[in-house]
C-alpha cells in the first residue's frame, strides 16, 4: 500500500461530495490536511457533528460570509470549516449555510469537502428519496464504504434506516441474517443504492481495509462488480483512513 492520498487524483479546483457511511468525516478530516499550497473549505450539505478543534484552522459559523475579511485573512494550507450551527438533542451540529454566499465561495477555494450524506456513525445505511445531496457544482463524489460491516448482523445497531437497505439486498436466509459481501456489491450497484444521486468523477472507496485478508476480500467485491457498472466509476480504492494507507484497485 501507498500513502492513502496519493491513490486519489485531483484537479486544481474541485468540489468534492463524499456520500455513502462508515468513514465520511475521518476520510474528509484526513484528505483536507495534504494541500499545502492551497485553501481547504470542508463543509456539509446535510447536518453533522462539530469537528474536532484538530481538523481546522479557522470556524467560521453563522451568517457566513458576511466578513471578507476572514477570506483575505487565511494562508495557503489553512483549512476552513463552515457552517450554520444548530442544536439537536442537546449536541451541537452544523448544517449547510442558507444564504446565497456559500456555493459562490467555492472558487476561493482549491479544494472545497462536502460531507454530503448522514449514516448516524452506523457502518451501512439505506438511502430515502432526498439523500444523498449532492449539489450540482460537485466535480467528484466518494462513495465510502466500510468493510469492516461485513459480517455483521443486518440489525439497526449496524444499519441505518435499515428498511431501505434491505430494498437494496438480496438476504440468503441460509447463512442467516447478516452482512455479506454480496450485499456490498447490492448496495454499491443498485440503482437507488450508493451512486444514485452522484455526480462529477466517481470514485469508490472502500474503508477500513487494514490486513492482507481484507484487502483480498476488497479485490473480491471489485472482481463481482458488474463491467458495466465499473466503466463508470472513474476509479476504486481500498485503504484505511486510521492507517493513512491505500491501494488503487481500478482507475
Not at 456490498?184 to 472502500?206: C, F, P, R, S
Not at 485478508?213 to 476488497?218: D, N, S, V
Amino acid at each position: 500500500m501507498i500513502e492513502l492520498e496519493k491513490c486519489f487524483s485531483w484537479s486544481k479546483h474541485e468540489v468534492v461530495s463524499v456520500t455513502g457511511s462508515g468513514g465520511k468525516s475521518s476520510l474528509i478530516a484526513y484528505l483536507s490536511k495534504n494541500f499545502p499550497d492551497e485553501k481547504v473549505l470542508i463543509s456539509t450539505t446535510t447536518k453533522v457533528l462539530l469537528p474536532e478543534k484538530e481538523d481546522y484552522h479557522i470556524l467560521w459559523l453563522n451568517p457566513y460570509c458576511q466578513d471578507e475579511k476572514v477570506l483575505k485573512g487565511t494562508n495557503p494550507a489553512d483549512v476552513m470549516i463552515a457552517g450554520d450551527q444548530l442544536l439537536m438533542g442537546g449536541i451541537e451540529k452544523l448544517q449547510m449555510p442558507k444564504n446565497t454566499e456559500f456555493i459562490q465561495s467555492f472558487k476561493q477555494f482549491g479544494k472545497v469537502f462536502l460531507e454530503a450524506d448522514g449514516s448516524r456513525s452506523l457502518l451501512l445505511k439505506g438511502w430515502a428519496e432526498f439523500e444523498p445531496v449532492v449539489l450540482p457544482e460537485t466535480t467528484m463524489t466518494i462513495g465510502v464504504i466500510p468493510l469492516s460491516a461485513i459480517g455483521k448482523p443486518m440489525t439497526k445497531e449496524f444499519i441505518h434506516r435499515l428498511s431501505l437497505w434491505l430494498k437494496l439486498v438480496e438476504k440468503d436466509e441460509e447463512g442467516g441474517r447478516f452482512i455479506s459481501k454480496e450485499n456490498i456489491v447490492q448496495m454499491i450497484t443498485h440503482e437507488n443504492g450508493l451512486w444514485k444521486e452522484a455526480k462529477g468523477d466517481q470514485v469508490l472507496y472502500l474503508n477500513q481495509v487494514e490486513s492482507e485478508q481484507q484487502l483480498e476480500l476488497a479485490k473480491r467485491i471489485v472482481e463481482d462488480l458488474p463491467e458495466g457498472f465499473k466503466e463508470k466509476i472513474s476509479r476504486i480504492i481500498a485503504g484505511s483512513v486510521k492507517e493513512e494507507k491505500g491501494l488503487i484497485l481500478q482507475r
